[in-house]
Every structure is written in structure tokens, then in C-alpha cells.
Nanobody, 114 residues
């Protein structure tokens, strides 16, 4: 399994970004996928996750603004981020969870600033 996150960048407050995670070796029928983020000086925290049967879960601070989705044909998971705030600034990581194993991508920087 290899995870490659992309789509980060600099955006103004109120703007949008879409992150992608190309997950080679994944099988969304058995893998739970998630996006996590880590800001400087803070612990890595859940942003959003999706189970093999499509149940989604979001961190309280992003509910109603972020949406996680996946495309099994492309082995890709997405994170649509709208109404971005400066406090969303962090490195965003993709994670794959399979029974007994966890895999992490390399992270993509998101900076929300005017």
C-alpha cells in the first residue's frame, strides 16, 4: 500500500481546496480511509473518515464545511474543504486502515491566510 496526498496550497480565508489521496494497493471494500491534520505544536487529529460501507465521520471543527469522498475505480480519496479558516492551516495526511495495519501518506501542506 502506498498513499500519495496532493492538492494542498495557500488559500485565502473563505476559500476552498480539494485534497486527493491516491491509494495504490487499496481496496475500499475492506479499507477504512481517513484524513488527519497536524498543526505546529499540536497533535495529529482526525479531520474526516469513511468506512468500507461508506459511513462518514468528521471532526467537530470541520462539520458542515468539509466532505470526504472516494472513487474506487481510481483508488482515490478526496477531501473537499470549503469555507476555510486560518485555524485549518496544517499538514494534512491520508490514512488507510486495514485489519491489523495502518498506512500513512506523506502529507500535504494547507495554509489559510490573507
Amino acid at each position: 500500500v502506498q498513499l500519495q496526498a496532493s492538492g494542498g496550497g495557500l488559500v485565502q480565508p473563505g476559500g476552498s481546496l480539494r485534497l486527493s489521496c491516491a491509494a495504490s494497493g487499496s481496496d475500499f471494500s475492506i479499507d477504512a480511509m481517513g484524513w488527519y491534520r497536524q498543526a505546529p505544536g499540536k497533535q495529529r487529529a482526525l479531520v474526516a473518515s469513511i468506512t468500507p460501507i461508506g459511513i462518514t465521520n468528521y471532526g467537530d471543527s470541520v462539520k458542515g464545511r468539509f466532505t470526504i469522498s472516494r472513487d474506487g475505480a481510481k483508488n482515490t480519496v478526496y477531501l473537499q474543504m470549503n469555507s476555510l479558516k486560518p485555524e485549518d492551516t496544517a499538514v494534512y495526511y491520508c490514512r488507510l486502515q486495514r485489519t491489523g495495519s495502518l498506512y500513512w501518506g506523506q502529507g500535504t501542506q494547507v495554509t489559510v491566510s490573507s
